[in-house]
């Protein structure tokens, strides 16, 4: 056993049919210990059918320091949302 | 036998059950804020609740089938240790991490194998219980394989660990394959199981999983019994003291 557990993150799946999302992290020794304990931490009240865990370390995530470059170049690109177009009158409902 | 007499001796068979899964839930329960790290402390908890929830059923069957007015709690909370019939392997005090764990492999494999075969009882309320308790237990069978493996194939402090619950176990677990006169009559009338007939398909299970964790089965060398009749360790009687104090100091308390 190491000295120190790896973190995981936990994503479960309320019900058929909805996405995984993202609902906390656990330290484990290794992927299927962590998806045990991701049962016995986060599903005690019938909250999931399907558990995905993913070490912490292996995420790569977007830095705040981006944020700027990621970010703010879609907001004058109002074009990117349906609400821009107008419909033509033909088209009843949408 | 009468029907009579089958009746009280499904009773008597519903309260041992319920005695061995409230006993092991207790010691279960003893580790709550006390275990390794905070996830395993949770899972533990799990199983301890398991256990306890299987008590209440087996309890709740036996209030039903006794029908003089006795509840879960009369049967949890009033009675003494002489009159406590689980079986000697479920009150050893709870020991390291390893010992639990180990006692719940120990446990488990047997559970699972004696689970399996009470589902089938002709006693439908019986079977159903055993249908739901199977489910848990197959989930417990997984994490105290794995604790065994990971700790019998460790570190070397871990394995000697393993070693020496093993060795302070072993002899607890023959009782686990012996019946009495009422439980062989209850095998026989199809309600009970034949739990003698159980124990190759556990020592081979047992043995399979204690020679991957680099473990190995110990000698038969010494087997204490008593746990159904009555005759217990001293353990016993320090867990009702604290199991039961507050039942009986405050006798009929709800919340």
Redesign the interface.
């Known amino acids: ?1 190491k000295d120190q ?1 790896d973190l995981f993150e936990v994503f479960i799946r309320a019900r058929r049919g909805l996405d995984h999302k993202h609902v906390g992290s ?4 290794d992927h ?2 962590a998806l ?2 991701a ?3 986060y599903t ?1 009240r019938s909250e999931g059918v399907s558990i995905w865990v993913v070490r912490s370390a292996d995420i790569c995530a977007s830095q705040e320091d981006d944020s700027e470059s990621f970010f703010d170049p879609s907001d004058d690109k109002p074009y990117r949302h349906a609400t821009y177009y107008q419909l033509p009158e033909a088209v009843k409902n949408m | 036998m009468t029907d009579q007499d089958l009746k009280q001796a499904t009773l008597d068979y519903a309260v041992r059950l319920g005695d061995d899964a409230l006993i092991l839930g207790h010691r279960l329960s003893e580790w709550t804020s006390r275990a390794p ?4 402390d ?2 533990l908890q ?1 199983v301890a609740l398991d256990y306890i929830g299987r008590a209440r059923m087996f309890y709740g069957y036996a209030a039903e089938l006794s029908a003089d007015g006795r509840t879960e709690d009369d049967f949890a909370y009033l009675r003494d240790a002489r009159q406590f019939s689980n079986l000697l392997i479920h009150e050893l005090p709870r020991g390291d991490f390893a010992f639990t764990m180990t006692r719940q492999l120990l446990t488990d494999v047997f559970n699972s194998l004696y689970l399996d075969r009470l589902m089938q009882s002709t006693d439908a309320t019986l079977a159903g219980i055993a249908a739901k308790a199977a489910k848990e237990t197959r ?1 417990h069978l ?2 105290s394989r ?1 604790w065994a493996l ?1 700790l019998g194939d ?2 070397e402090e ?1 394995h000697t660990r393993m070693l020496r619950a093993i060795d302070e176990l072993w002899g607890y677990t023959h009782e686990l394959f012996e019946l009495d006169a009422l439980e062989q009559q209850l095998a026989d009338a199809g309600i009970g199981v034949d739990n003698a007939a159980l124990r190759p398909a556990w020592l081979a299970q047992v043995a399979a999983i204690l020679e991957e964790a680099t473990l190995s089965v110990p000698e038969d060398s010494w087997v204490v019994r008593g746990g159904r009749t009555g005759y217990h360790t001293e353990n016993l009687g320090h867990i009702l003291s604290e199991m039961q104090s507050v039942h009986r100091a405050y006798p009929g308390a709800q919340w």
């Open positions: 056993m557990l656990l330290h484990a020794e299927e210990q045990e304990y049962r016995d931490v005690r | 790290f905070l996830e395993e949770l899972a799990n989930y997984r994490r794995e990971r460790g570190t871990s």
